[in-house]
């Protein structure tokens, strides 16, 4: 498995932004898709947003207009831009790469996100 780290998570007031970053220690996402997940309180883990290498994404209807996934595959480095933040974003947030036919591989510790109204 292969160490993913991330940051830019915190504390932030309802309409704010962040912007997560996920690092990866060695390069895998140039071949690899590249998710974030949220496990929010009291509900199940969800996928955010995931992307491909060429750069196809998708959303959570819950997330769509508001976030945006993207990555730099030359830092090793995923990203997810989050605006309009509301309470309801609140929760763990983990960047996960590389997928097989039982889900994503390599998972980050996760970061809190915490929005108050």
């Known amino acids: 498995q292969v160490q993913l780290t991330e940051s830019g998570g915190g504390s932030v007031q309802a309409g704010g932004s962040l912007k997560l970053s996920c690092v990866a220690a060695?390069?895998?996402?140039?071949?690899?898709?590249g998710a974030w997940y949220r496990q929010r309180p009291g509900k199940e883990r969800e996928l955010v947003a995931d992307?491909?290498?060429?750069?196809?994404?998708t959303y959570a209807d819950s997330v769509k207009g508001r976030f945006t996934i993207s990555r730099d595959n030359a830092k090793r480095t995923l990203y997810l831009q989050m605006n309009s933040l509301s309470t309801e974003d609140t929760g763990v947030y983990l960047c996960?790469?590389?997928?097989?036919?039982?889900?994503?591989?390599?998972w980050g510790q996760g970061i809190q996100v915490t929005v108050s109204s």
């Open positions: 996960a790469a590389c997928r097989d036919s039982r889900g994503y591989i390599n």
């Open positions: 060695l390069d895998i996402l140039t071949g690899c898709r």
């Open positions: 992307n491909s290498p060429l750069g196809d994404t």
